[in-house]
């Protein structure tokens, strides 16, 4: 994936994102609600997540422990196993947070040895998700906490929303500064 192609996706996702946080429609924030205990999104997410993960292990190279990849790929197939059986809760937010570490990882490699002001607003906003991505796996339960406290403060959701759809704008706006920055 090129750097232009990054932004421009990322961009448009947080503006789609940021739109429907600012317009605050009930069936958005209903769904958001539902989110972490769905049954549904558990499946489609975490599935997907499980199975990119150990596509990846499948790729390990001799550098990266290629030599034990099978094992590794038991150990990851088991581990999913056992949580989807074992331990459903959340199990949505924790699918969600791997996928975004792995797209985190796609647009890091699209940035990587690009100009330093072409990449940063990209960069530093991909660092941003690695944190919440983090941060929601180890806790998911505070995703329902941020949806009710967004749902109670209209006005800071508003503000989040619109803050987010203007930086999604730029996002989509910056690869055309690209040219203008090459010698």
Same mark, same amino acid.
């Given at each position: 994936?090129?750097?232009?192609?990054?932004?421009?996706?990322?961009?448009?996702?947080?503006?789609?994102?940021?739109?429907?946080?600012?317009?605050?429609? !009930?069936?958005?924030?209903?769904?958001?609600? *539902?989110?972490?205990?769905?049954?549904?999104?558990? /499946?489609?997410?975490?599935? +997907?997540?499980?199975?990119?993960? &150990?596509?990846?292990?499948?790729?390990?190279?001799?550098?990266?422990?290629?030599?034990?990849?099978?094992? $590794?790929?038991?150990? =990851?197939? @088991?581990?999913?196993?056992?949580?989807?059986? &074992?331990?459903?809760?959340?199990?949505?937010?924790?699918?969600? @947070?791997?996928? $975004?570490?792995?797209?985190?990882?796609?647009? +890091?490699?699209?940035?990587?040895?690009?100009?330093?002001?072409? *990449? /940063? =607003?990209?960069?530093?906003?991909?660092? =941003?998700?690695?944190?919440?991505?983090?941060? &929601?796996?180890?806790? !998911?339960?505070?995703? *329902?906490?941020?949806?009710?406290?967004?749902?109670?403060?209209?006005? +800071? *959701?508003?503000?989040?929303?619109?803050?987010?759809?203007?930086?999604?704008?730029? /996002?989509?706006?910056? !690869?055309?500064?690209?040219?203008?920055?090459?010698?």
């Amino acid at each position: 994936m090129s750097l232009v192609a990054a932004c421009l996706l990322t961009g448009l996702a947080l503006l789609g994102f940021g739109s429907f946080l600012s317009l605050g429609s !009930p069936g958005f924030f209903r769904a958001l609600e *539902r989110f972490p205990r769905s049954r549904t999104a558990t /499946l489609i997410l975490f599935g +997907l997540a499980t199975v990119l993960v &150990l596509y990846e292990v499948t790729q390990l190279g001799e550098a990266d422990f290629g030599r034990y990849r099978w094992w $590794l790929f038991a150990f =990851f197939a @088991a581990l999913a196993g056992g949580a989807w059986f &074992l331990v459903p809760d959340f199990l949505g937010i924790r699918g969600l @947070a791997v996928l $975004l570490l792995l797209i985190a990882a796609e647009l +890091l490699r699209a940035a990587y040895l690009e100009p330093p002001t072409s *990449r /940063l =607003f990209l960069v530093g906003f991909v660092y =941003f998700v690695i944190l919440a991505a983090l941060y &929601l796996a180890a806790v !998911p339960y505070r995703f *329902r906490d941020g949806v009710e406290g967004l749902r109670a403060r209209p006005v +800071l *959701r508003r503000v989040l929303g619109t803050f987010t759809a203007l930086y999604g704008v730029g /996002l989509c706006v910056l !690869p055309l500064s690209f040219g203008a920055t090459s010698p």
